[in-house]
């Protein structure tokens, strides 16, 4: 499938078989992961697999309802950005993200970015503040994302071409 094509596929799924991600296709994930471009080629990211099903429950009250599917997923990827080595650790880390969400839609799996930079677990705990006592994850990493991955139990179609939001193109100038 050529990238056009995967893109065009792509859907945020939430919904997974309860079936455990080969280690072939976990292996190319990793890959993936590591095949990323990085400003600098500094290598900004580091990248959790989680594959313990206690601990995915754990990380899928990070967020109430935004996150609770991921209880679901066989396979659960933070995202980690490091600000000591690169001022770009966000767009280093969130390229790295959709690199594997594509590369899992190519293996045909299914995938679902959950959000956890600049949001809150609770009152008065940040959901990476959450992640990071989940997971051990040193205090000069951020976490940016989870990404739920799994061979998908729902089926989404893509998104018609005519409901793209064209108006967000512009040619030449504003």
């Not at 990248?47 to 599917?69: A, P, W």
């Not at 690199?99 to 008065?124: E, F, P, Y």
């Not at 139990?153 to 893509?158: C, G, H, Q, R």
């Amino acid at each position: 499938m050529d990238l056009i094509e995967l893109l065009r596929k792509r859907r945020s799924i939430r919904h997974f078989k309860d079936v455990a991600i080969e280690k072939d296709k976990v292996d190319l994930l990793k890959e993936a992961a590591l095949r990323a471009p990085t400003s600098k080629n500094l290598h900004s990211w580091e990248f959790v697999f989680v594959d313990d099903k206690d601990t995915i429950g754990k990380l899928s009250e990070v967020r109430g309802q935004s996150s609770y599917f991921l209880k679901g997923a066989p396979l659960c990827l933070a995202v980690i950005g490091r600000e000591d080595v690169n001022d770009t650790w966000i767009e280093d880390a969130s390229i790295a993200a959709i690199i594997v969400q594509l590369t899992a839609l190519s293996l045909g799996l299914g995938s679902c970015w959950i959000q956890i930079r600049n949001r809150m677990h609770s009152d008065d705990e940040s959901a990476e503040s959450y992640v990071k006592s989940v997971l051990n994850i040193p205090e000069q990493c951020r976490v940016v994302c989870l990404v739920a991955l799994g061979y998908p139990d729902e089926k989404k179609d893509p998104t018609p071409s005519d409901k793209l939001r064209w108006d967000k193109i512009h040619v030449n100038r504003w």
